[in-house]
T-cell receptor, first 115, second 112 residues
Framework: SAVISQKPSRDICQRGTSLTIQCQVD?????MFWYRQQPGQSLTLIATANQGSEATYESGFVIDKFPISRPNLTFSTLTVSNMSPEDSSIYLC????????????FGPGTRLLVL | AQSVTQPDIHITVSEGASLELRCNYSYGATPYLFWYVQSPGQGLQLLLKYFSGDTLVQGIKGFEAEFKRSQSSFNLRKPSVHWSDAAEYFC??????????FGAGTTVTVRA
């Protein structure tokens, strides 16, 4: 498995501002993912972050709104830019681990409220 | 692309009773299947997974799930529910690109 931490755990932000969420994992991993969970909803994949390359974004998500960094194999950041109340969600990072039975393990999430 | 349906939005069960959560998937090949649990205010915890082999898989916290290819299902079961099992449960399907598609989730309420 993997031990994943996220900072901050929660935040309340004003519209128009930006927030950077950090994700730290206890071992080196190739693939990291960022998900959004809107209130009462399931998880939606925002992007895949691989070290040494640009993040790959899913349909409906763009780099200008959700820039991602992946400076090394244990760390990634997601920035939510120019926030609006619609960005109020839980943001979760996950990592893929395992050989032959690759499994995603999730961090505790960052709960964001935009006023 | 793969997709997942969890037909039950909310299930209420008495403590000590059995629990079954339904999951149906759509995918052209053999999928990778997962069940995760999210307790209030928490992240997702992996309960169990299926990749191949024995179609009945055991997980943590006394949960098990059975893969039925003919029914495109991966239902989660627990013989006797504890109050601490109250949570939201997500079924997910993965494909060769390692991306996961999640179902809408089933909220489980446990009554005393």
């Amino acid at each position: 498995s993997a031990v994943i931490s996220q900072k901050p755990s929660r935040d309340i932000c004003q519209r128009g501002t930006s927030l950077t969420i950090q994700c730290q994992v206890d071992s080196q991993v190739t693939m990291m993912f960022w998900y959004r969970q809107q209130p009462g909803q399931s998880l939606t994949l925002i992007a895949t972050a691989n070290q040494g390359s640009e993040a790959t974004y899913e349909s409906g998500f763009v780099i200008d709104k959700f820039p991602i960094s992946r400076p090394n194999l244990t760390f990634s950041t997601l920035t939510v830019s120019n926030m609006s109340p619609e960005d109020s969600s839980i943001y979760l990072c996950s990592v893929r681990k395992g050989t032959g039975q690759e499994t995603q393990y999730f961090g505790p999430g960052t709960r964001l409220l935009v006023l | 692309a793969q997709s997942v349906t969890q037909p039950d939005i909310h299930i209420t069960v008495s403590e000590g009773a059995s629990l079954e959560l339904r999951c149906n998937y759509s995918y052209g090949a053999t999928p990778y299947l997962f069940w995760y649990v999210q307790s209030p205010g928490q992240g997702l915890q992996l309960l169990l997974k299926y990749f191949s082999g024995d179609t009945l898989v055991q997980g943590i916290k006394g949960f098990e799930a059975e893969f039925k290819r003919s029914q495109s299902s991966f239902n989660l079961r627990k013989p006797s529910v504890h109050w601490s099992d109250a949570a939201e449960y997500f079924c997910a399907v993965g494909a060769g690109d390692y991306k996961l598609s999640f179902g809408a989730g089933t909220t489980v309420t446990v009554r005393a």
